[in-house]
């Protein structure tokens, strides 16, 4: 890969002092000696500590290594200066670094990335590329060494969130000049570039890098072409199949391209909780020597789609379980626990059962579909890491390999049975959520009487008239349909789950709550009951 070829002019942090031979040479072999340590490794702490005990000097060395092209190094600067004392020092030997026109595009932009990713809540300028001499192929040049440098390592990816997310800000038309310098680039890292930008929301944009692998012919190009099909939307993944089944057609494509074996990789999906929410945990092994097995939860909502990524590795961690033991299909693991922020307790507790993993590529699929359907933007670390999942497949198999054997069909026995699927504790939170709920509650609560949060025959009649109202009122076409289709999602999983019983209720429920009247569906009365006892119970707790 070919540089800016400017002069490189040191620029020491606090102009006027003088650093001496010593501590420029004690500086340069700590860098050295960390540059050769793993980063989760004792030794390498202790050689941060050592490192920002320099003073000084390091800081003037920490200024002559900002090069975008190597952001391993830059990582390792990152970490130093966060344990640099005054943190202010720092921050402000990088800032004069960023803004100072006489350093190279090349330390500038190490040190806007070092900005973005290690002081977030300092946001950059949003025109933080326009007072580079070449601000188009430095931003190229940037995005190319991350995402090649650091394929191997997630975590590393990852932590360069921030800046990624700075640079896929900026307006389309420089994107667009970016892609055309990518395109030309012999790197590997260009056709991870490429295949992050044809996950851009502009049509043109995501097109442009569609075609730009296309035209590669390359066995990392075409595996990225099959990996980003099932997440394009339209018009994108048509192009992407079409250059796909050219490429089949002119001989080129052989076994090397294909997805590997769905068999290699591991689906652990919980149930879905009562605001259409669900973890699916994937579990994939190493492809390479650098590289270490995945294991990635995805928060999926039926609404939005792909909502939140946890893990596998970066700022999220410490939210990340260990993966259970392998088991067959159908295998319940006790509850998964996560941290993970306005999570509700119940969802992140919740027992998962061991799926097909090519089922679970088949819910992760339409949940983008989703996000593309409600515009909801992709999470960025899905961005950048999807390859890591989809390399074991593509999730396009036969449905009915997969769906609940009972489907949509009129069983008086089993409809009239359907409010027992509100027993089973995984449906504790499937309930109503309204503020006309909320409004009854509030009715009630004045009331001198005692509402159990239980499902007695007595509260049962004191409510109906208020449930039968807010059934009509609340039960649309469109709630009904929601609703419809996470029961037909938890029969699916009741099924794998060995409970058929309850999987045949939630397939039947599935037909009648959008075949009857609201009013009339049994189900949606207990869900609507449930919704006020549990108002209640929060009014309750509040005036405590």
Not at 233 to 256: D, F, M, N, Q
Not at 274 to 301: D, E, I, K, Y
Not at 321 to 328: E, T
Request: aromatic content about 6%.
């Amino acid at each position: 890969m070919s540089y800016d070829s400017e002069t490189e002019v040191e620029r020491t942090p606090p102009r006027g002092k003088v650093i001496s031979l010593q501590g420029h040479q004690a500086a340069e072999q700590v860098l050295d000696d960390l540059s050769r340590a793993t980063r989760h490794s004792r030794d390498y702490g202790r050689l941060v500590r050592k490192a920002a005990d320099l003073g000084l000097p390091m800081l003037a060395a920490v200024v002559r290594h900002l090069d975008s092209a190597h952001p391993t190094r830059l990582a390792i600067l990152g970490d130093v200066l966060l344990a640099y004392s005054p943190q202010a020092e720092g921050l402000d030997t990088l800032t004069r670094a960023a803004t100072d026109r006489r350093n190279s595009d090349n330390r500038r932009m190490g040190a806007i990335m070092l900005l973005c990713n290690y002081y977030p809540h300092l946001p950059v300028s949003e025109d933080f590329l326009s007072g580079l001499r070449n601000p188009i192929g430095t931003a190229a040049r940037a995005l190319v060494s991350v995402l090649g440098e650091c394929a191997d390592d997630p975590e590393l990816l990852t932590g360069y969130a921030g800046f990624l997310a700075a640079l896929l800000s900026q307006p389309v038309d420089m994107l667009y000049a970016a892609l055309n310098r990518i395109a030309d680039m012999s790197d590997e890292g260009a056709v991870s570039a490429l295949r992050l930008l044809a996950l851009h929301p502009h049509p043109d944009l995501m097109e442009a890098a569609v075609e730009a692998l296309g035209a590669r012919v390359s066995v990392s190009a075409i595996r990225s072409l099959t990996m980003l099909e099932p997440n394009l939307p339209g018009e994108p993944a048509h192009v992407a199949s079409r250059l796909l089944h050219k490429i089949r057609l002119s001989g080129l494509y052989g076994a090397e391209f294909a997805p590997q074996s769905e068999h290699a990789g591991r689906a652990i999906l919980s149930a879905v909780d009562g605001r259409g929410r669900r973890m699916l945990w994937l579990h994939v092994p190493s492809t390479s020597a650098a590289s270490r097995p995945v294991f990635m939860g995805l928060l999926m909502s039926d609404y939005a789609g792909l909502i939140e990524l946890v893990g596998p590795v970066g700022r999220s961690t410490d939210a990340v379980p260990k993966p259970p033991n392998p088991g067959p299909v159908g295998t319940l693991y006790p509850p998964m626990v996560y941290k993970l922020p306005d999570i509700p307790a119940n969802l992140a507790t919740v027992s998962c059962v061991e799926v097909p993993y090519g089922y679970g590529l088949r819910l992760l699929r339409k949940a983008v579909s989703r996000n593309w359907l409600t515009g909801t933007p992709l999470p960025l670390e899905y961005q950048l890491l999807f390859n890591l999942v989809w390399q074991f497949g593509q999730g396009n198999g036969d449905e009915e390999s997969y769906v609940a054997r009972f489907v949509e069909r009129d069983d008086r026995s089993l409809a009239e049975s359907e409010s027992e699927l509100l027993l089973n504790s995984l449906f504790d939170n499937w309930y109503l959520e309204s503020a006309g709920v909320r409004q009854v509650a509030e009715e009630l609560a004045a009331l001198d009487y005692d509402f159990s949060h239980e499902l007695t025959e007595d509260n049962w009649r004191i409510l109906l008239p208020s449930i039968i109202r807010l059934a009509h009122d609340e039960f649309g076409p469109e709630l009904r349909m929601r609703y419809a289709n996470r029961l037909r999602l938890m029969s699916e999983w009741l099924r794998f789950s060995d409970q058929h019983h309850d999987a045949d209720l939630a397939a039947s429920a599935a037909y009648t709550i959008v075949n009857s009247p609201p009013e009339a569906n049994l189900f949606v009365l207990r869900l609507v009951q449930k919704g006020i006892l549990v108002a209640l119970s929060e009014l309750t707790f509040d005036l405590r």
